[in-house]
């Protein structure tokens, strides 16, 4: 498998600017950087993704699956299915993953955590990950509410901020940037 050897993230200054009043430019880049190493924009996840109905993509994962069954999902985790086009199958699915780092809506208020679902689709990918490091993560209950009760608190959607190798910019955040390109 090829891993990116390079990657660059650049960052709308004003947008940049709202992100660092609240506290998370941690999480930001963290989200951004993800993209880069191929979360939603790597080959490798976009040959995964099942469509187990035409509204309902899902990504096989192997070492992950017993990871989104402990959280109690059924089936493979789900990515975003009705957010932004540039969202659309990058990104695993607002509605069951809340607060995850890897989702479309960015919490201004709240940590967006790294699960260990994202670190565990990196180890499938060949990178080398600690489990063990991934941050406290539970998706929301009842399943399928938290993409609704997180759109009354301060979020960004990232739509747009992930796309491929060779199609646009791979990360990028705010209306004015070029992106992250591998």
């Not at 190493?37 to 109905?53: E, K, V």
């Not at 699956?65 to 659309?88: A, D, H, K, Q």
């Amino acid at each position: 498998r090829d891993l990116p050897t390079y990657g660059r993230v650049i960052l709308d200054p004003e947008d940049l600017a709202l992100v660092d009043n609240a506290g998370a430019l941690d999480d930001l880049f963290s989200h951004e950087i993800g993209h880069v190493l191929g979360i939603g924009t790597s080959g490798f996840w976009r040959g995964r993704i099942l469509p187990a109905a035409e509204d309902d993509l899902r990504l096989l994962v192997v070492g992950g699956l017993e990871i989104w069954r402990n959280y109690g999902g059924e089936g493979f985790p789900p990515v975003e299915n009705v957010s932004s086009t540039g969202s659309f199958g990058q990104h695993w699915r607002e509605s069951s993953f809340g607060d995850e780092l890897m989702t479309p809506f960015f919490s201004l208020s709240r940590p967006n955590p790294l699960s260990a679902l994202s670190l565990s689709f990196l180890g499938e990918w060949g990178y080398s990950v600690d489990l063990e490091a991934a941050d406290p993560f539970a998706p929301p209950a009842p399943a399928g509410l938290g993409g609704l009760l997180r759109r009354s608190e301060p979020t960004l959607e990232l739509h747009g901020d992930a796309f491929g190798p060779g199609l646009e910019p791979v990360a990028q955040f705010g209306v004015d940037t070029l992106g992250a390109l591998l």
